[in-house]
């Protein structure tokens, strides 16, 4: 079953443990968490110490995803704030195969980030060493932009070429996921759909059944 990753970038911070703790009971397999550091994107949201607090309360996954630039200087405080999964746009550093290292080397999972305007082509000699691979349904920076379906070849792409080579990266789709186009991410290979504001900005009764039906 495809897994959903909520995205906490449209949370109130001032209750973000209540969400936190909502997502958690009502089936969420993964936590997302967006790093932008009005550099990479045109927009800031939270650095380590939040990975830190949020992993004191919870044991999903914390999926967190770096929109920075540079990269690699900041790793290790991703890595000690308690991060299972790291993504990186490869494009934002040099040191691309240092950082993909470094996270290994930590035991944790390692992702790369296919922004819109970049082509599979361009990093697919990083596949073979990366355990997800982020494709980009909007341009990264904000929460609420309308999903991109020029973008959905690429997960088609990525499931094919994962076939071919036993690759073992998840695919995940990220930007504008809603109940209209969960199924076409799925139907083309998607294994995870991390979701902002489609499902933050419903009441927190109805998380189960969101998450569910995206499900
Ligand atoms: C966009 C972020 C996304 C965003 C998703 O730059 O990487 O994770 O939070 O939010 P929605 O689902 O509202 O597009
Ligand atoms: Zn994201």
Known sequence: MIKISPSILSADILELEEEIRSLDIN???????????GHYVP???????????IRKITSKILDVH???????????????????????HPEADENVEEIIKIISDAKIKVGI???????ISDIDYLFNQVQQIIVMTVIPGFGGQKFMYDQVQKIKDLDEIRKNNNYNY????DGG??????KICKDNGADVLAVGSYLLSQN?????KIINSLK
């Open 66 to 88: 770096l929109m920075i630039q540079p990269v690699k200087h900041y790793i290790e405080e991703f890595i000690d704030a308690g991060s299972d999964i790291i993504t990186f």
């Open 27 to 37: 089936g969420a397999d993964y936590i997302h968490i967006d790093i932008m550091d």
């Open 43 to 53: 927009n800031i949201t939270f650095g380590p110490n939040i990975v830190k607090s």
């Open 204 to 208: 927190k009764n109805n998380y189960n």
């Open 170 to 173: 998840e695919i995940a789709v």
């Open 113 to 119: 980030a296919i922004h819109p305007k970049v082509n």
């Open 177 to 182: 996921v809603n109940n209209e186009n969960a």
